[in-house]
């Protein structure tokens, strides 16, 4: 199976939680439907068509600051003839860096925009401030893994919780969970389904006992292998 990998690197990054409204909370890293929104932003579309499976590994801790910022001109927040200078706290992920895993049908649309430097359309990491160019695009050829219930896998990336059946706790892991993260965005502000993820802040491989081959109908997931040892999770 062919594999595409490239990088994202950026000084800050907001993912808004939309359960946040008078403080603009950050998802801990780049969420699904940010990813595919940054990822048809390359090659100039407005939704990715077709089946596509993206894994996301942290290559730096998660850290992130509070700050206020002005958001005079947001009429939905007041009136349009009101002039108050509304000040709002935001918090902000701090020098996010991620490894993007792909399998889908705009692999090589995507390598081609990547690795020549190019972009149809600005790419940030979830607000328009943040701006990022994605670097470094691979193909890879990886084998994809079937495994059996029980089977302890040892992955690079965030796993969702259904593929989980118990989590390892390895020496030096920091595990986290996000809940409650849109899953799919089907049209303008309009979303579908929500996922559940667990990562490790020490940006170490999540270890865990696999639930086993994922249902086709409930969000699926794939498996890869990187190495002898180390898989991909992808979904």
């Known amino acids: 199976m062919k594999v595409l990998s490239f990088d994202l690197r950026g000084d800050i990054a907001h993912f808004r939680r939309p359960d946040t409204t008078v403080t603009h909370a950050t998802y801990p890293f780049i969420t699904r439907t940010v990813l595919a929104g940054l990822c048809a932003s390359i090659i100039g579309k407005d939704l990715l068509d077709g ?67 190019r972009s149809i359309y600005h790419t940030y990491l979830g607000s328009a401030y943040c701006l990022t160019l994605p670097f470094d695009a691979r193909v890879r050829e990886l084998e994809e893994i079937r495994p059996s219930p029980g089977t ?44 559940n993820l667990i990562y490790d802040n020490n940006i170490g491989p999540v270890v865990f006992k696999c639930t086993g081959p994922p249902d086709p109908d409930d969000k699926p997931y794939m498996f890869v292998a990187l190495d002898e040892a180390q898989v991909a999770t992808l979904w």
């Open 51 to 117: 089946d596509n499976y993206t894994g996301i590994q942290l290559l730096s801790r998660i850290k992130t600051v509070s700050q206020q910022m002005s958001m005079l001109g947001k009429g939905w927040l007041g009136s349009s003839n009101d002039t108050f200078n509304r000040q709002t706290s935001v918090e902000l992920v701090v020098e996010p860096h991620y490894r993007v895993y792909y399998v889908g049908p705009h692999m090589d649309d995507l390598f081609e925009m990547i690795s020549t430097g």
């Open 152 to 195: 302890i896998m040892k992955s690079v990336t965030v796993v969702p919780t259904h593929a989980i059946q118990e989590l390892i706790f390895a020496d030096g892991a920091e595990y986290g969970r996000v809940g409650g993260m849109q899953y799919k965005r089907i049209q303008e502000r309009s979303f579908e389904g929500t996922i």
